[in-house]
C-alpha cells in the first residue's frame, strides 16, 4: 500500500523572493529615470525627486509585508470571516470611486486626502477574486457538473468584475476573469468549458468597443498606427521609436530621449519601452526572463502545495502576475491594442507594487507548506 503524503513546514522559496526583489530593484531604478526629467521641466527642483521617494516607501513597506504575510499561513483566508470581510471590503472600495473625480475618463481611483496618494481598488479586488475561485472550486470538486454551482462561483465574481468593468477598466477586467478561468480550468472543468469561458471573455472586447469611445480609438491605433502617427497612432509610434533606439545594448541609463517629451505614460504603461531603449534588446530579455522564471516558481509553488486551495491559489496569483506583464509588453511592441495595464513590480504606482507584493507574499507562504512521501524509516 503506498504510504500518503505528508505536509511539512519548510523554507519560503527563496528563489521567487530573490526575483521579486531584483524586479522591484529595476523599477525604483526606472521610475527614477523616467520621472526625474519630467518634474524637473514641471517642477521646482526640489520636488524633483518626489515620485521615486514614494515608489520607494512602497516598495519598503510592500517588501516587509510581503516577507511577513510569507511567515503567516495561507490557509488563514479559509475562514469566512476573513475573505468575506475582505470581499466586502473590495465591494465599497470599487463604489467608493465613482464618488471621486475621473481620470483619463474613468473612475478607477480613490484619492486619500492630505498624503497625495491613490488606490486603485481593482488592483485589491482582482486578488480577491481569484481567492474566492480557489477556495470555492477546491471545497467543491465536480462543482461544473451542476448548474447552481456555476451559479454560486460566478455570481460574486461577477459582481466584482461589473464594478471593475463599468468604471470602465476593461482590461483589469479581463485580467481577473482570465486568471479566473484558468483556475477553473486546473480545478478539472474540462476543455470545452475552458473554450466557452475564453471566448466569453473574447466577446467583451468588441462590447466594450461598441459601448465606450476610447476603446475603439486605442483599437484603430492599434491596427493603423502609421496611418496617423501624430495623432490617433502617436503613443504607439513613439514607443516603437523608443525600443528601435535601443539597439543591442541601449543609449545607457538616464538618455532615453522618447521619456523626456515624446512618449506619454513612460513611467506606467509604456516603461518597458525606456527600459529597451535605455538597455537595449539585452535587457528586455533580462527582464522577460525574470517574468519568465517567476512564472516557473509559480507553477512549481502551486505543484506542491499541501492542498488543492494551495494549488488553486498559487496558478491564480501566478497568472494574474505574469499575464498582466506580458500584455503590457505587448502593447508597448503593439503586438496587442493599448489596455491601460502597469508591468508589474516595475511601473510606477502605489497600488500595483503594494498589491503584487503581497500576493507574492501569499505565493512565498504556500511555498513554506510542501507535501513529500515520508520515508522508509518514518
Not at 527614477?32 to 517642477?43: E, G, P, R, V
Not at 478607477?108 to 474566492?132: D, L, N, Y
Not at 538618455?255 to 513612460?266: R, V
Request: net charge positive.
Amino acid at each position: 500500500m503506498a504510504k500518503e503524503r505528508k505536509v511539512v513546514r519548510e523554507g519560503i522559496c527563496l528563489p521567487l523572493m530573490l526575483i521579486t526583489i531584483i524586479l522591484t530593484c529595476i523599477g525604483l531604478v526606472m521610475v527614477f529615470s523616467t520621472t526625474y526629467n519630467d518634474s524637473l521641466i514641471h517642477s521646482n527642483n526640489t520636488s524633483y525627486l518626489s515620485d521615486f521617494r514614494n515608489q520607494a516607501i512602497v516598495a519598503v513597506v510592500g517588501l516587509l509585508f510581503m516577507f511577513c504575510i510569507s511567515r503567516m499561513d495561507y490557509r488563514l483566508l479559509k475562514r469566512p470571516k476573513i475573505f468575506w470581510s475582505l470581499y466586502v471590503a473590495s465591494i465599497i472600495a470599487l463604489i467608493a470611486v465613482f464618488f471621486f473625480d475621473p481620470v483619463y475618463d474613468s473612475h478607477r481611483w480613490i484619492r486619500v486626502p492630505g498624503i497625495g496618494i491613490t488606490i486603485q481598488s481593482s488592483e485589491i479586488a482582482k486578488v480577491v477574486a481569484i481567492i474566492f475561485a480557489s477556495l470555492y472550486t477546491s471545497a467543491n470538486k465536480w462543482w461544473y457538473r451542476d448548474a447552481k454551482s456555476w451559479f454560486r462561483l460566478l455570481l460574486p465574481i461577477g459582481i466584482l468584475a461589473a464594478l471593475i468593468i463599468v468604471e470602465p477598466d476593461l482590461s483589469t477586467t479581463m485580467c481577473l476573469l482570465g486568471a479566473t478561468v484558468i483556475v477553473m480550468f486546473v480545478s478539472g472543468m474540462p476543455w470545452g468549458f475552458l473554450a466557452a469561458g475564453v471566448a466569453g471573455i473574447g466577446a467583451l472586447v468588441p462590447l466594450m468597443i461598441s459601448v465606450v469611445g476610447y476603446q475603439s480609438r486605442r483599437f484603430d491605433a492599434w491596427l493603423h498606427a502609421w496611418d496617423d502617427p501624430k495623432d490617433v497612432g502617436y503613443q504607439i509610434v513613439q514607443s516603437l521609436y523608443a525600443i528601435g533606439d535601443g539597439g543591442l545594448f541601449g543609449v545607457g541609463l538616464g538618455n532615453s530621449k522618447q521619456k523626456i517629451t515624446h512618449l506619454p505614460m513612460s513611467d506606467t504603461d509604456y516603461i518597458f519601452s525606456i527600459i529597451c531603449e535605455e538597455f537595449g534588446f539585452v535587457g528586455a530579455v533580462l527582464v522577460i526572463g525574470l517574468y519568465v522564471a517567476y512564472a516557473f516558481f509559480g507553477i512549481k509553488i502551486a505543484m506542491e502545495a499541501s492542498d488543492r486551495f494551495g494549488t488553486y491559489l498559487a496558478v491564480g496569483i501566478t497568472t494574474l502576475i505574469v499575464l498582466q506583464a506580458f500584455i503590457n509588453m505587448g502593447v508597448a511592441t503593439n503586438v496587442l491594442p493599448s489596455t491601460g495595464l502597469t508591468l508589474p513590480f516595475i511601473s510606477k504606482g502605489a497600488s500595483s507594487l503594494a498589491v503584487t507584493l503581497c500576493s507574492t507574499g501569499i505565493l512565498l507562504s504556500i511555498s513554506s507548506h510542501k507535501t513529500r512521501k515520508p520515508n522508509k524509516e518514518e
